[in-house]
């Protein structure tokens, strides 16, 4: 098995906005990062302290997502900057991994 140093980040944001759907594209059409996945929370809140949730009694139509991305550092360097400037994306966090391939 080999291993390759990759770095992860996690987009948070909120559903209701278009810019999801914008991130996936530029994530898989433009930039070709290698591993995408989007995580729809059922709570969670930002810096506004704002309580976002699935319960039925405050039925949030803005749930918290999760775009959680990765690759080679210098590519994910690279595609960070671009997704912060073209989708202004406040709250972005990365860190380095090893990816263990076959």
Excluded at 38 to 51: S, T
Excluded at 78 to 102: E, N
Aim: charged content about 25%; hydrophobic content about 40%; glycine content about 6%.
């Amino acid at each position: 098995m080999k291993t390759k140093e990759v770095t992860v980040a996690r987009i948070y944001t909120m559903e209701g906005h278009d810019q999801f759907n914008q991130a996936l594209d530029i994530l898989h059409d433009e930039e070709n990062i290698f591993g995408v996945t989007i995580i729809r929370g059922i709570a969670g809140f930002g810096a506004n302290r704002e309580v976002h949730t699935s319960s039925l009694l405050s039925l949030s139509l803005e749930l918290p997502l999760i775009i959680e991305f990765y690759d080679e550092p210098e590519k994910m360097e690279k595609t960070i900057g671009v997704l912060k400037s073209r989708l202004d994306f406040k709250h972005i966090i990365s860190w380095p991994a090893m990816a263990y391939i076959d």
